[in-house]
C-alpha cells in the first residue's frame, strides 16, 4: 500500500481518530501506543511529568493529568520528507492522556483548547531545543568560569604581601572587604550576562493543564528576565569595579608608616637634628629607630624639645 507523502502540520483529529491508544503508566514515565491518525503506522510514544527547559521552575510528583504533544515517528518511507527529518510523516498532535476507569491503563481524548494545544507545542519544541544545545550551553560557560578566575587574579594582585606590607591591621581589613566585595559582584555579573546569553536549563512540571500553560507563559516572557539580568549584570560590574578602585585607593593613598622622619630638637640650647624610623612614642618620648651604616640604634628624643619633624623618602 503506497504511503502518503511527508506534509509537516497539525492532524485534523476526529471522533474515534485516537481509539487505537492505549498506555501503560510506570514510574516516572508514561507508553503510549497508536496508530498515527495521519499515516496509520503504529507508533510508541513516551510521555514524562516534567521537562527541561532553559526557563526557571521546579519539577514535582510525577502525574500525567496535563495534555501532550504527539508528533509521528514513524519509519515509512513519506515522498517528499525533508532529508533534515528521518522520521515522521510530518503529522503532529495534541491529546489528553486519561486513566480509564475499570484498569490502570490509559488512552487518549481529544484537546479542543487551542491555547492548551499551542502551550504543549511550544513546550515541546523548547524541550527538544533545549535537550539539543545542553552540551554546547556546558562549552559557552567555559569561559564564563575562566572570567571569574580571572577576577580572582586581579583580586589577588591587588591585596598581594607587598601591597599590603607596613599597612594597620583596620587598613588591611578595609581592603580586603571592599576586595571580597568585588569578587562576589563580579562573579554575579559574570553568571547574570551568561545567563542572559545562554540560559539555564532547569526541570518544569508537567503535572496538569495548568503547569503546561504556566511553563508556556514562562518561555513567552522569558525576553523581560533576559532584560533584567543584563541590566543587574551590568550594574554589578560596574559595582565590582568601583569596589575594585576603592580598594586600590585604600592601600596606595594611605601615608607611607614606613618612611623615615627628620626630626629637629633642642638639646640644653643646641639644635640638633636626626633621620630615622618613627617606632612609637612612649612616656612623652618619640623613639626613633636611626641606622648608622650596619648599626640600628633607637634612641629617645623628648617631645616636648621637638622644633620641627619633616618626613622624607630616605635619610
Not at 17 to 27: F, V
Not at 33 to 59: E, F, H, M, N, Y
Not at 158 to 183: C, Y
Not at 283 to 305: H, N, Y
Request: proline share 4%.
Amino acid at each position: 500500500m503506497a504511503t502518503k507523502s511527508w506534509k509537516e502540520g497539525p492532524v485534523k483529529l476526529r471522533a474515534g481518530s485516537l481509539a487505537s491508544w492505549q498506555g501503560q503508566e510506570r514510574p516516572g514515565v508514561l507508553t503510549l501506543s497508536g496508530k498515527c491518525p495521519r499515516c496509520s503506522a503504529d507508533l510508541a510514544i513516551q510521555i514524562r511529568p516534567s521537562t527541561v527547559i532553559v526557563t526557571a521552575a521546579a519539577s514535582g510528583e510525577a502525574a500525567f493529568d496535563a495534555v501532550a504533544y504527539f508528533q509521528c515517528t514513524c519509519e515509512e518511507d513519506h515522498a517528499g520528507r525533508p532529508e533534515t527529518k528521518v522520521k515522521g510523516c510530518g503529522a503532529y498532535w495534541v491529546a489528553q492522556p486519561r486513566k480509564n476507569e475499570h484498569n490502570d491503563r490509559y488512552h487518549l481524548d481529544i484537546s479542543a483548547q487551542p491555547e492548551l494545544n499551542d502551550a504543549a507545542k511550544l513546550i515541546a519544541e523548547e524541550s527538544q531545543a533545549t535537550g539539543s544545545g545542553l552540551r554546547t550551553l556546558a562549552e559557552k560557560w567555559i569561559p564564563g568560569v575562566g572570567a571569574i578566575v580571572g577576577i580572582l587574579g586581579l583580586a589577588g594582585i591587588v591585596v598581594s604581601d607587598d601591597s599590603v606590607a607596613g599597612l594597620s591591621w583596620s587598613v588591611r581589613l578595609v581592603a580586603f572587604s571592599l576586595v571580597t566585595l568585588a569578587v562576589l559582584m563580579a562573579a554575579g555579573a559574570t553568571i547574570l550576562v551568561y545567563r542572559a546569553a545562554f540560559g539555564w536549563p532547569k526541570e518544569v512540571p508537567l503535572r496538569s493543564n495548568d503547569d503546561v500553560l504556566a511553563a508556556a507563559e514562562m518561555i513567552n516572557t522569558r525576553t523581560s528576565q533576559i532584560a533584567r539580568n543584563v541590566r543587574f549584570g551590568v550594574g554589578l560590574s560596574s559595582a565590582a569595579l568601583a569596589a575594585l578602585l576603592a580598594a586600590l585607593g585604600v592601600l596606595w593613598l594611605q601615608p607611607d608608616s614606613d618612611r623615615p622622619i627628620a626630626v629637629t630638637y633642642d638639646d640644653g640650647g643646641k639644635e640638633m637634628s636626626l633621620c630615622g624610623e618613627a617606632a612609637r612614642v612612649e612616656d612623652g618620648q618619640l623613639q626613633l629607630k636611626v641606622t648608622d651604616g650596619p648599626r640600628t640604634t633607637t634612641e629617645p628624643i623628648d617631645m616636648a624639645s621637638v622644633t620641627k619633624l619633616e618626613q622624607k623618602s630616605e635619610c
